[in-house]
């Protein structure tokens, strides 16, 4: 039996991976700190196949472990587990960014390791990395944006290295998605309308807007597609924020003609 492993399954994006992915069909590999067992709970009373492992991405050993006592051979790689500290960079101790970058981009590392000898085992398989749009735009954070850049790259420079081993390997950029890493700032009503303000469809995402992606880049649709970076962001930074120097160069204009 084949499987899908998702890692950060317990909540947000992770979690809505898991239930897309699974819904297909697969049997699901759920990762995370403590367990999934709500995500879990949720996908067999859907009536799908589920295993969950509570697992520190960042803990070799531990990887290793869960990687070598799947339910299946792991034909799709999510990673997807992270965390953010808001702190500009003069603000952020080295603990912070070694902790941020250990989990965003080394845990990811982690997981590659393990699973592709796997995969490549089995036949080949999909990988699809959780980059976000502050590894494109330095919206984020300073060890946020390093990180997920970070992702960003490797992800590249894994197309052609994995390509032997029947892999494709992509990520995905969200762009701001309510989930539980931004239900504090989103719960500030200002900072919520502010933001819904920059993104062009003019809503929020929520973690399904990135699993359809996800499922997408995991599946036989994308066969062609590899080394790729698809941005889910609602339109968020394909536009320039102008602010009020966009309504002023609008009216300018206007009144030129
Ligand atoms: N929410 C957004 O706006 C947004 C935007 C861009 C990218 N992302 C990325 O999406 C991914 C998923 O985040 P989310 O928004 O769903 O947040 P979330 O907090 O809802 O989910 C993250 C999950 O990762 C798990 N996790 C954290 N550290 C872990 C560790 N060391 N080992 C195992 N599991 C760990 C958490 O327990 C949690 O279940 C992250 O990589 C995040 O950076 C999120």
Known sequence: MDCAVITGAASGIGRACALRLAATGATVALLDVDGA????????ERGGRAAEYAVDVTDDDAVRDVIGALPGAPRVLVNAAGIIVR???LECSVEEWRRVVDVNLTGYFILLRH?????TAAGGGSIVQIASIAGHTGYGFS???AAKGGVLALTKQLAAELAGHRIRINSVSPGVVESGLNRDTLGNQAIRSATVDNIPLGRLGEPDDIARVVAFLAGPESAFVTGADLVADGGMISTIHWGEAGAQLHSFHAEER
Do not use: F
């Open 115 to 119: 699973v592709i000898p796997a995969m």
């Open 87 to 89: 702190k500009k960079l």
């Open 143 to 145: 060890s946020y944006t």
């Open 37 to 44: 067992s709500g995500t879990r709970r949720d996908i067999e």
